[in-house]
């Protein structure tokens, strides 16, 4: 599986910013989609998750300010967030977690929340 992320950049406190993730390859196989987001000199952290359009979870720091979403017609993951924070600033990365467990990861996009 490869995945392709874009859509970060600078933005303002309050602005909005979407990301997206285009899927390719043994796109059948993922389980699990998500976004996961590391600041500097801090661990990588789950922002929002995506289980086959069944369920999402977000962690409690996004919760109500961004949304995950996927259209299956073009193998892509969103995720909006809007009310952005400039403790939001880190570089986002797109995951897809195989039923065989195995992680793919992409390249990674930096955004950046001006205060």
């Known amino acids: 599986v490869q995945l392709q992320a874009s859509g970060g950049g600078l933005v303002q406190a309050g602005g909005s910013l979407r990301l997206s993730c285009a899927a390719s390859?043994?796109?059948?196989?993922?389980?699990?989609m998500g976004w996961y987001r590391q600041a500097p000199g801090k661990q990588r952290e789950l922002v929002a998750a995506d289980t086959r359009g069944a369920s999402t979870n977000y962690a409690d720091s996004v919760q109500g300010r961004f949304t995950i979403s996927r259209d299956n017609a073009k193998n892509t993951l969103y995720l909006q967030m809007n009310s952005l924070r400039p403790e939001d600033t880190a570089v986002y990365y797109c995951n897809a977690r195989m039923v065989n467990g195995i992680n793919y990861w992409g390249q990674g996009t930096q955004v950046t929340v001006s205060s």
């Open positions: 390859g043994n796109i059948f196989a993922i389980l699990v």
